[in-house]
């Protein structure tokens, strides 16, 4: 149970697959913590020099600049402005927690000497994810959760498990639903982010690494492990480690040997959340955007007419940050029957909310509303 909330507390969440933001933000949503998500090293180097935050957590592995090289480059920046600021109030260093899908013995003292603060298994326990937040925050930024239960409502709680609504093959729902914030909605959104992170990843499985490509290659399994776990799906993410393992080898007959039965596998479980989720028009197949004449289809129209309240609705969320709204709004306009052009641009706002690039997602809102 959550014993405290922290609302004046800023965090920023540094991973490279939208899947692992996404169940990070579920799983810090309810200490009403202020969250801030970016998608690689660089960009977290650039948040902290506008931004002053009191956590970081910050994935290991990802492709170009890693979370190791990023914190050295946050750490040396914090030593420049001390030294600029000698006369001054010295700054402390940022708690930089590191995310790591690859926790075996010796991890956090190598964590430590290269300048993380402490380090969090994923997928993330939520248990270990309270004890670091209750180590790193500050008791004079938590507020006290005043909550009375009657006797009894607790165990009754526990033995209550939240049932879903569907079931897809290869996925343990579950422990992935418990994994990603405990509620169906929020389990649908990660399955979703899921879905568009092994879209965009299957091109690059059609064929074995070369010796040039094979760094980029095990960061790219390196996620899918990670994410398929957070998921449920472990049968996959343990495959995505033999090939990740491979790679560190470079085991190029390994990899040769699996690599077809592990693409064919992701391709599967796509299509087994795509049916499940009936996200053949929200982000699969979708609806066709012309008529024989090259004119908008009368459906197209009429899908379109309740989704622009809708985007207004999400315009004014973005304008004051309400962030629940935002996932509410997004996650309902996901689920309507779209046109290309249109499912195309809901993507483009989704992945600009979720680094909160909200301007960006603004201006497209209102480009759809002047449009149409």
Known sequence: MIKFTAP??????????????????????PYKMQVDLCK??????????????????????????????????????????NDANILQVQRKPVPIIALTANAVMGMRDMFLDTGFSDFLAKPIDVVKLDELLN????REKREQRAEKKAPGAEKEALEKKPSLSFDIQ???????????????????????????????????????????????FITQVHALKSAAASIGAMDLSHKAARLEAAGKAEDFDGIQKNLGGFAKQLD???????????????????????TADGGESAE????????????????????????????????????????????????????????????????????ILNDK
């Open 268 to 290: 599967e479980l796509v299509k087994n959340i795509q049916a499940a989720l009936k996200t053949d028009t929200a982000a699969g197949a979708p609806v066709e955007s012309g």
């Open 135 to 138: 180590k790193w925050i500050p």
């Open 170 to 216: 290869g996925v343990d729902t579950e422990k992935g639903m418990a994994m990603t914030g405990g509620t169906e909605e929020s389990y649908r959104i990660v399955l979703t982010m899921f879905y568009r992170d092994a879209q965009e990843r299957l091109p690059l499985l059609q064929k074995a690494p070369s010796a040039q490509t094979l760094d980029k």
């Open 40 to 81: 690689s090293g660089e960009e977290a180097f650039s948040a902290i020099k506008k931004q002053e935050y009191d956590i970081i957590f910050m994935d290991h592995m990802m492709p170009e600049m890693d979370g190791i090289e990023a914190t050295k480059r946050i750490r040396s920046w914090e030593k420049q402005q």
């Open 8 to 29: 004046s507390v800023k965090i920023l969440v540094v991973d490279d697959i939208y899947t692992n933001l996404k169940v990070a933000e579920g799983l810090l949503q």
């Open 300 to 367: 197209a129209q009429d899908a379109l007419t309740p989704l622009l309240p809708l985007l207004k609705k999400l315009k004014n969320a973005l304008e004051l940050q309400n962030f629940p709204e935002i996932d509410r709004l997004l996650n309902k306009a996901g689920k309507r029957p779209l046109d290309a052009e249109i499912k195309e641009a809901l993507e483009k706002i989704s992945d600009d909310v979720l680094v909160t690039e909200f301007d960006s997602a603004i201006k497209s809102i209102e480009k």
